[in-house]
């Protein structure tokens, strides 16, 4: 037996073998997360086309990825290239511009989860109340003084479950249902588009009133779409988990932008094409009406409005658990860097995913179900916009600072092309400032409640601090590195 004995050597050899074999997100894995990120679907752009109308509507959801998507996507496409740290945009301006202003773009990401979060699942369940109205009722059970448990909210609770634990699992779990849950939500999409120039002359003359545009207008339609076009840079904080970076990111980003606004556009100039008026587009559910006109009914069953209201469920699931992946890796690097406490860092021996910062988060986002949050474009835009407008400063910054960085993709035109890159995010962000100030948040004008949530960013980090409770690290450029060989 002893001449069957392993060489002395072998066991040297498994150590590489089991920390290659740790699952990363390799390139369509990472464009359907991205895109549930981005979007989650043609669900929730009815508004644009029921309140600019077909023409206008469509323009802007045609243009807007050249000016809103197309710079963040390239940004994001040489920033990952060159620095594919974990924590993403937080790890690029913490690099490029101090640990100050690395804390304020963290913070303003984490901000805005806790109004952003919570939509998904309520709007998870706003979908499946369409096919079994159970879940909307009853009195809910009261479990404290003044704390009320519903039907709604025990689904919610689910949904953020089932997202925990597959984010527990592993980011190629993450990755695979993402691009499942995208074939499944876009099939019933590709039904509509198919069928709509088989039923034009049916719709047509069924639905031959004029079609009258709704109160949103054109700016208005501006705003909704760029809520419903923004989020490119939520993939880069998995960067350290993706399979060689420097070349999948700037890939990915281009196929994410074309796949959403392909997802926007093509069902709106088929239904179009069919006839069916912008007023079919009103309210709730709208999607599952006009399937009824497309593909009618079989014994009086709208079959793929029912489909498209599954697609709903999806998307609602689809996107939160993309973002539960992406936010969670800022906690994991803010603790790294000693800007957190030390837990956060601790990640799960077998597929290294931060357990405490997913966990934690999730119970945060679950303690919000109660809250009655609905989408606060204005909020998100502003929060999500400031931190965009830190990213395009980095960007700026580290062409100046470290001319020498490797760099996989660059946005064209040198040092002019990285400064002018911004200039039209930036325009549509004052255009949305301007357009939209009646928004409320627990009673509060949105803008303010905006710029308060910026300056207790402000506060947080000098207080910390002040009375030394982290130990932030300097920064220092061989620490982020530019990840895996290309």
Same mark, same amino acid.
């Given at each position: 037996?002893?001449?069957?004995?392993?060489?002395?050597? *072998?066991?040297s050899?498994?150590?590489?073998?089991?920390?290659k074999?740790i699952?990363?997100?390799?390139?369509?894995?990472?464009?359907?997360?991205?895109?549930?990120?981005?979007?989650?679907?043609? *669900?929730?752009?009815?508004?644009?086309?029921?309140?600019?109308? *077909?023409?206008?509507?469509?323009l802007?959801?045609?243009?807007?990825?050249?000016?809103?998507?197309?710079p963040?996507?390239? &940004?994001v496409?040489?920033?990952?290239?060159?620095?594919p740290a974990?924590?993403?945009?937080?790890a690029w301006?913490?690099?490029?511009?101090?640990?100050f202003?690395?804390?304020?773009?963290?913070?303003?990401?984490?901000?805005?989860?806790?109004?952003?979060?919570?939509?998904?699942?309520t709007?998870f %369940?706003? *979908?499946?109340?369409q096919?079994a109205?159970?879940?909307?009722?009853?009195?809910?059970?009261?479990?404290?003084?003044?704390?009320?448990?519903?039907?709604a909210?025990?689904?919610?609770?689910?949904?953020?479950?089932?997202?925990?634990?597959?984010?527990?699992a592993?980011i190629?779990?993450?990755?695979?249902?993402s691009?499942? #849950?995208?074939?499944?939500?876009?099939a019933?999409?590709?039904?509509v588009?198919?069928?709509?120039?088989?039923?034009?002359?049916?719709?047509?003359a069924? =639905?031959?009133?004029?079609?009258?545009?709704?109160?949103?207008?054109?700016? +208005?339609?501006? #705003?909704v779409?760029?809520?419903?076009?923004?989020?490119?840079?939520?993939?880069?904080?998995?960067?350290?988990?993706?399979?060689?970076?420097?070349?999948?990111?700037?890939?990915?980003?281009i196929?994410a932008?074309v796949?959403?606004?392909?997802?926007?556009?093509?069902?709106?100039v088929?239904?179009?094409?069919?006839?069916?008026?912008?007023?079919?587009?009103?309210?709730? +559910?709208?999607?599952?009406? %006009?399937?009824?006109?497309?593909?009618?009914?079989? =014994?009086?069953?709208n079959?793929?409005?029912?489909?498209?209201v599954?697609?709903g469920?999806?998307?609602?699931?689809?996107?939160?658990n993309a973002?539960? &992946?992406?936010?969670?890796?800022?906690?994991?690097?803010?603790?790294?860097?000693?800007?957190m406490p030390?837990?956060?860092a601790?990640?799960?021996?077998?597929?290294k995913?931060?357990?405490?910062?997913?966990?934690? @988060?999730c119970? @945060?986002?679950?303690? @919000?179900?109660?809250?009655?949050?609905?989408?606060?474009?204005?909020?998100?835009? &502003?929060?999500?916009?400031?931190?965009l407008?830190?990213?395009?400063?980095?960007?700026v910054?580290?062409?100046?600072?470290?001319?020498?960085?490797?760099?996989?993709?660059?946005v064209?035109?040198?040092?002019?092309?990285?400064?002018?890159?911004?200039?039209?995010?930036l325009?549509l962000?004052?255009?949305?400032?301007i357009?939209?100030?009646?928004?409320?948040?627990?009673?509060?004008?949105?803008?303010?409640?905006?710029?308060?949530? &910026?300056?207790?960013?402000?506060?947080?980090?000098?207080?910390?601090?002040?009375m030394?409770?982290?130990?932030?690290?300097? %920064?220092v450029?061989?620490?982020?590195?530019s990840?895996?060989?290309?």
């Amino acid at each position: 037996m002893s001449s069957l004995s392993l060489p002395a050597h *072998y066991p040297s050899h498994t150590i590489p073998t089991a920390k290659k074999s740790i699952a990363k997100l390799s390139l369509w894995p990472l464009v359907a997360a991205t895109f549930f990120m981005v979007s989650g679907g043609t *669900y929730g752009t009815e508004e644009i086309i029921h309140g600019a109308g *077909y023409g206008r509507g469509i323009l802007i959801l045609l243009f807007l990825p050249v000016l809103w998507s197309l710079p963040p996507a390239f &940004m994001v496409g040489e920033l990952s290239s060159a620095l594919p740290a974990e924590g993403g945009y937080y790890a690029w301006v913490r690099r490029g511009m101090g640990n100050f202003w690395g804390f304020q773009e963290a913070w303003l990401s984490l901000a805005a989860s806790i109004f952003d979060m919570a939509i998904y699942p309520t709007l998870f %369940v706003a *979908y499946l109340t369409q096919v079994a109205p159970w879940f909307a009722g009853g009195q809910g059970w009261q479990i404290l003084p003044g704390v009320v448990i519903t039907r709604a909210m025990m689904v919610g609770a689910f949904v953020i479950l089932g997202s925990t634990v597959i984010n527990l699992a592993g980011i190629r779990v993450v990755g695979i249902t993402s691009l499942w #849950l995208f074939f499944l939500l876009s099939a019933p999409f590709a039904l509509v588009v198919l069928l709509a120039p088989f039923s034009s002359g049916t719709v047509a003359a069924t =639905h031959s009133t004029a079609a009258s545009a709704g109160e949103l207008g054109v700016l +208005g339609g501006v #705003l909704v779409a760029m809520w419903n076009y923004m989020g490119w840079d939520n993939a880069s904080t998995i960067a350290r988990e993706v399979e060689r970076p420097q070349r999948t990111y700037p890939r990915a980003m281009i196929a994410a932008v074309v796949l959403v606004a392909l997802s926007y556009i093509l069902p709106f100039v088929a239904v179009y094409a069919a006839g069916v008026p912008t007023s079919a587009f009103e309210g709730d +559910g709208s999607w599952a009406r %006009v399937a009824g006109m497309i593909a009618g009914t079989w =014994h009086g069953f709208n079959w793929l409005g029912f489909l498209l209201v599954l697609g709903g469920m999806m998307s609602a699931f689809g996107m939160f658990n993309a973002l539960v &992946m992406s936010y969670s890796r800022l906690p994991l690097a803010m603790a790294q860097d000693g800007m957190m406490p030390k837990l956060f860092a601790k990640t799960s021996a077998k597929s290294k995913t931060p357990w405490v910062a997913i966990v934690a @988060c999730c119970i @945060c986002w679950t303690l @919000c179900l109660g809250l009655g949050f609905r989408r606060l474009v204005t909020l998100d835009i &502003m929060l999500y916009g400031a931190s965009l407008m830190l990213e395009f400063v980095t960007l700026v910054v580290l062409r100046i600072k470290e001319p020498g960085l490797k760099r996989e993709f660059r946005v064209p035109g040198g040092l002019t092309g990285a400064v002018l890159l911004g200039v039209f995010p930036l325009l549509l962000l004052l255009l949305a400032m301007i357009e939209s100030n009646h928004e409320t948040v627990l009673g509060i004008n949105g803008l303010l409640f905006g710029t308060i949530i &910026m300056f207790v960013g402000f506060i947080i980090y000098f207080v910390s601090k002040k009375m030394k409770i982290l130990k932030v690290k300097p %920064v220092v450029t061989e620490e982020i590195g530019s990840g895996e060989p290309a």
